[in-house]
């Protein structure tokens, strides 16, 4: 078993190739977070969701690398680390919300803020490859309609790349139209234990009509217009 301060150490957050910015809301990008001896480990233990989106993290869902990792994410000490480079005071005190994504249809990824009971978000990605193409690529955006006014260049969601922000009004984010595997652990710093235990319930539920009705959600996605947005 891996020890997890080798899979995710906040001094890796320190590389000369991070990106810090504040405006237009505060936001981090950094690259190589995982180290390359994980990978066959967290392959062989991502969980095998039968349907596609975010749904809440299961820790019978994964093999003992996985739980490692959102270990680590999940700590005050990583909390602190994040929360320091986005000008957040003690993120570590609020509850925390783990989501796991193995695959997207066509109707994921418009453009939103999140909601106003999240303080924080990052995303982990762990996918070994990525086609030559912006699709599915995370954006964080100036404004709220065009996918395509970027706030900093795209971010592949490849293996050990990591970004978070800081949750305002005008955090928007999203990505290009894409189906298929992309996987990702999301991480969300809730204003409550209440909201965590909602926003679970509604997982949940989602991952129940979303196995059983998969095709409808599919096909609904699948004419999704480029600068489309959604209301968290």
């Known amino acids: 078993m891996i020890q997890s301060n080798a899979l995710l150490d906040p001094a890796r957050l320190d590389r000369p190739d991070t990106l810090v910015r504040h405006e237009p809301f505060p936001f981090m990008v950094a690259h190589g977070q995982l180290p390359d001896?994980?990978?066959?480990?967290?392959?062989?233990?991502f969980p095998r969701y039968s349907g596609a989106g975010f749904f809440p993290y299961e820790a019978e869902d994964c093999g003992p690398t996985?739980?490692?990792?959102?270990?680590?994410?999940?700590?005050?000490?990583?909390?602190?680390?994040v929360g320091a480079r986005l000008g957040i005071d003690n993120l570590g005190q609020y509850p925390t919300l783990?989501?796991?994504c193995r695959s997207l249809n066509?109707?994921?990824?418009?453009?939103?803020?999140d909601s106003r009971s999240k303080v924080a978000t990052a995303l982990l990605y762990l996918n070994s490859q990525w086609p030559d193409t912006s699709d599915g690529c995370l954006r964080f955006l100036n404004r709220i309609d065009s996918i395509d006014d970027l706030a900093a260049p795209e971010l592949k969601p490849?293996?050990?790349?990591?970004?978070?922000?800081?949750?305002?009004?005008?955090?928007?984010?999203?990505?290009?139209?894409?189906?298929?595997e992309r996987r990702v652990i999301q991480?969300?710093?809730?204003t409550s234990e209440e909201e965590k235990q909602r926003k679970t319930r509604r997982g949940r539920f989602s991952r129940?009509?979303?196995k059983l009705l998969g095709g409808l959600d599919r096909k609904y996605g699948a004419g999704r217009k480029?600068?489309?947005v959604h209301m968290d």
């Open 37 to 45: 001896t994980a990978r066959a480990a967290l392959d062989h233990d």
């Open 66 to 81: 996985v739980r490692e990792l959102v270990d680590v994410l999940t700590s005050p000490a990583f909390a602190s680390a």
């Open 98 to 100: 783990v989501t796991i």
């Open 106 to 113: 066509r109707r994921h990824g418009t453009i939103h803020t």
């Open 158 to 180: 490849l293996y050990g790349e990591f970004a978070v922000f800081k949750r305002t009004d005008h955090s928007f984010h999203g990505h290009l139209p894409y189906e298929g």
């Open 187 to 190: 991480v969300a710093w809730l």
């Open 208 to 210: 129940l009509f979303k």
């Open 226 to 228: 480029r600068d489309a």
